[in-house]
């Protein structure tokens, strides 16, 4: 089993409005920034954008990759911690 159809299980605690980003990109992003070694939710968007060309080869990113990677610097705190 690949490791994005595990987090496709995963529901996703978010409201329904305002979601420009797919749970399941927001999960693999941050898994591997932290798998690399980040201790912070900005190294983690970091790491994201030196591995840019990869992930875009197997996530969505719908809302673009940049704005994927403000949004974990910012704000995927909040969505981890209800």
């Known amino acids: ?3 994005t159809d595990y987090f496709k299980e995963v529901e996703d605690p978010r409201c329904d409005h305002g979601k420009p980003h797919e749970l399941l990109d927001v999960l ?3 898994l591997s920034g932290f798998l690399y070694g ?3 939710w ?3 968007a970091d790491y994201a954008r ?3 060309e990869w992930f875009e080869t ?3 990113l719908p809302a673009g990759f940049l704005r994927m990677t403000r949004f974990i610097a ?3 705190c909040s969505i981890l911690s209800n």
């Open 1 to 3: 089993m690949k490791v």
């Open 28 to 30: 693999i992003l941050s």
């Open 38 to 40: 980040a201790e912070s």
């Open 42 to 44: 900005i190294d983690v």
């Open 50 to 52: 030196t591995k840019q």
């Open 58 to 60: 197997f996530l969505d």
């Open 74 to 76: 910012s704000s995927v």
